[in-house]
């Protein structure tokens, strides 16, 4: 028979301000046998135990199993209730991930998985375990089923869990295996990429190989694994990645008050997401993502589902993900306010504006990979080339392979500069911004300028090629990008994005 656990506060180790530990669950040890069986190879012990969650809980809920030894395996499953509410109230929705016996403090090493709310079960054993969680030994000590309570209805959430162990030797470990920091290159050349994906490592529908197939045929010269709060994906890409597929890992970091990519970090690199902007929490694990080799990408930021919001500012960003999947209206609310941020840039000559990139959070299908994609001028197809060329802003967005951008500005005397790049010259120095465009019939060309939108094109031509070319200077224009959008039924709407690029800015700076 099941147990009910109440909400009864503990000291915990968790580090994290909202957060609560439950009872304990305590298995038998296997000398001691198990519902009447002797402990040998293969018994199994399991209890269930029970409990509610009342609105307005913390984020992250601990439930201890005191694991005894000589367990081979551990397998929770989980259900809760989903009662009907009103029209615009949350309903239930209840994550759940584990903690092993080195505890649950924030950032510390206890982590071995999580599934959000992708799973009503998983397992972890020495050899094996569910996607979403990291396979290793099953110690003695206490671990923590770790619950989140994303949303709760105003009933409250009831919840069940099941805790079955599995008794006996234990498998051999396997050791994880990485996909290379490098693939075979073209040189300084222009690279494409997507760095936000989802496998069925954590709430994807679609394996590794799969992604890797699709990312090859939208054209992805580079991806970056991302699966939310979790990195136990980083040792199932090695045989996905190839001379002709650079495979970056990261992850995720999918917290209550936004969601932020660790673009690139060194493997087997897990990165805490338990905490909001009011706990101070976020600039420790920025530094963290750097460290590991990575870069810190907000995702979303304008993204209108509950916790996606990004709510952390953006002094820790090396870049931001402006545009995520479909163009949709909160992508047109990032790019504007990205926008903005580039004219407040421009009080210290631009030197500490932040870089815009897209990808395409594919989950499942039909969501395309590579749609939309980052092209990048790197030095090579190498982690520390492309991520130079992301963090320089040398980049362009595009919502497909067919679309291809060169972008410069020039003086009359044969001084240029590219995307992501700066054109010294005097303020009064006539300059000319010059857009070839491949790949995008019926789109129009915008230049947009710290004062907004200061040329739009007429149509390019079903074919889709075209250059396009306007004169300014840098006191009328701080910075110059492009933007290419497909035609609108109407009105005065610009049109969805068919591609967009960092900015050119012009001048000495500040003078």
Not at 311 to 339: H, I, M, R, S
Not at 400 to 415: I, N, Q
Request: negative net charge.
């Amino acid at each position: 028979m099941g147990r009910r656990v109440g909400i009864r506060p503990r000291s915990h180790g968790s580090g994290a301000a909202a957060a609560l530990t439950l009872g304990s669950v305590s298995f038998a040890s296997a000398a001691e046998g198990t519902d009447g069986t002797d402990g040998t190879d293969g018994n199994q012990e399991t209890k269930t135990v029970r409990g509610t969650l009342p609105i307005g809980s913390p984020d992250f809920v601990y439930v201890p199993v005191e694991i005894p030894s000589g367990v081979r395996e551990i397998k929770v499953s989980y259900t809760y209730d989903k009662p009907s509410v009103p029209a615009g109230t949350p309903g239930n929705a209840l994550d759940i991930g584990i903690f092993d016996e080195r505890g649950t403090e924030l950032g510390g090493k206890g982590f071995r998985g999580w599934s959000g709310g992708a799973r009503t079960e998983f397992f972890l054993r020495a050899d094996d375990a569910t996607p979403g969680y990291i396979p290793g030994p099953v110690r003695e000590g206490t671990w923590h089923i770790a619950l989140g309570p994303y949303t709760v209805s105003p009933q409250g959430l009831s919840y069940e869990i099941t805790v079955t162990l599995t008794y006996g030797e234990q498998g051999e470990a396997v050791r994880p295996t990485y996909p290379p920091v490098r693939a075979k290159g073209r040189g300084r050349a222009w690279y494409r990429g997507d760095c936000h994906l989802h496998s069925w490592y954590s709430d994807g529908r679609r394996t590794p190989a799969e992604i890797g197939a699709l990312a090859r045929a939208a054209g992805l010269d580079f991806i970056n694994t991302s699966e939310h709060n979790t990195h136990a994906a980083h040792a199932h890409w090695a045989d996905v990645a190839g001379d002709d597929l650079l495979v970056l890992t990261g992850e995720e970091v999918t917290t209550r008050n936004g969601h932020v990519l660790a673009l690139g970090t060194d493997p087997g690199t897990f990165v805490d997401w338990r905490y909001r902007a009011r706990d101070n929490r976020f600039g420790r694990f920025a530094g963290q993502i750097r460290r590991a080799g990575g870069l810190v990408v907000p995702a979303h930021p304008h993204a209108t589902c509950v916790g996606c919001n990004w709510k952390f500012g953006f002094g820790e960003a090396d870049a931001v993900e402006v545009w995520n999947g479909p163009y949709t209206p909160d992508d047109e609310v990032a790019l504007a306010d990205w926008d903005g941020m580039l004219v407040a840039s421009v009080r210290d000559g631009g030197r500490d504006w932040i870089p815009a990139m897209g990808n395409s959070d594919a989950h499942r299908a039909p969501d395309p990979v590579g749609s939309p994609q980052t092209v990048v001028l790197a030095d090579d197809l190498t982690r520390e080339a492309i991520q130079e060329g992301i963090r320089a802003g040398r980049s362009y967005v595009a919502e497909s392979k067919k679309v291809s951008l060169a972008f410069t500005v020039s003086d009359g005397r044969g001084e240029h500069a590219g995307i992501g790049e700066r054109l010294s010259v005097a303020r009064d120095t006539p300059v000319t911004a010059r857009l070839e465009v491949t790949g995008a019939p019926r789109c129009r060309v915008r230049f947009v300028t710290d004062q907004g939108v200061l040329f739009t094109s007429a149509p390019l031509p079903v074919a889709g090629s075209g250059v396009v070319e306007w004169r300014t200077t840098p006191s009328y224009a701080a910075y110059i990008r492009a933007e290419l959008r497909h035609e609108t039924a109407a009105g005065p709407l610009p049109g969805a994005l068919a591609a967009f690029t960092n900015p050119i800015f012009l001048g000495r700076g500040v003078e």
